[in-house]
């Protein structure tokens, strides 16, 4: 065959091609618009669906309702809730999924509006959203105590009481903050700050809502990964290991 037909029905397939992967794209995106505006009709308008995707199965479609990983079919009669296990590797395609939608940005932290603790040389970074009258925030904060090598930002994070805004307010006004934390936390001396100065417990409350943060302790790392409730010593440790 003349190479120059050759070259022009190479150039033909491989537009075809990719007008046939166009044109899947296409219908995919608006399979999963109508599935999405379906799922909506039938939960209310106060079900907050964040988006759906293809998934890993054939048929099967991942839903993002709040902050959780749902499936439904292609007709949205169906909302599954459960795990997506791969046989052949062993993994857990849910979770991983679930904490790749759950990751943030470290460097879109703000720091400056979090109580900072420094242990040894301060090179190990962690955040964490915690509530004063938390049992597991003080449980956590006991374990923290057992790490060196680590800077600790906590964002104070009212959420169980008025009592819980009062004592953030408090803290937060002291003359000392990181001592006025660590005094309540560890030793159950209450904070004595008057709580009327300037704070930054509103923008707080707005930044948990945005990362869809509803409880307390809630651990973040440099890899932007989160790790809600008191986390064990060794797996942090493994952690921030992990992360060198």
């Known amino acids: 065959m003349n190479p120059f037909i050759q070259k022009r029905i190479f150039a033909f397939a491989v537009c075809a091609s990719l007008i046939a992967m166009s044109l899947s794209s296409i219908a995919l995106a608006q399979n999963t618009q109508q ?5 909506q009709k039938r939960l209310g ?3 907050n669906i964040k988006g759906v995707s293809s998934s890993p199965v054939p048929g099967l479609f991942e839903v993002q309702l709040n902050s959780e990983i749902y499936y439904t079919d292609a007709n949205a009669k169906y909302l599954i809730q459960g795990e997506i296990i791969e046989l052949a590797s062993g993994q857990n395609l849910t979770e991983k999924r679930q904490a790749d939608l759950n990751r943030i940005r470290w460097s879109d ?26 049992g597991y925030c003080k449980r956590l904060e006991k374990t923290f105590q057992q790490l060196d090598n680590v800077t600790i930002y906590t964002f104070l994070l009212p959420i169980l009481s008025a009592d819980s805004m009062q004592k953030s307010k ?3 006004c002291s003359a ?19 709580g009327d100065c300037s704070t930054p417990i509103d923008k707080n409350l707005a930044l948990a809502k945005s ?29 921030l290991a992990s992360l060198k």
């Open 170 to 172: 408090q803290i937060w």
């Open 176 to 194: 000392d903050a990181t001592k006025a934390w660590t005094d309540w936390t560890i030793n159950n001396v209450s904070p004595s700050g008057k």
């Open 211 to 239: 990362y869809g943060v509803t409880g307390t302790p809630t651990i973040f790392f440099t890899d932007g990964s989160r790790y809600p409730g008191a986390v064990q010593l060794s797996d942090i440790e493994k952690k």
């Open 45 to 47: 308008s106060t079900a």
């Open 109 to 134: 932290l703000p720091l400056s509006n979090a109580v900072k603790m420094v242990r040894g040389n301060g090179a190990r970074q962690i955040a964490v959203f915690a509530d004063p009258n938390c």
């Open 35 to 39: 599935i999405k505006a379906e799922l």
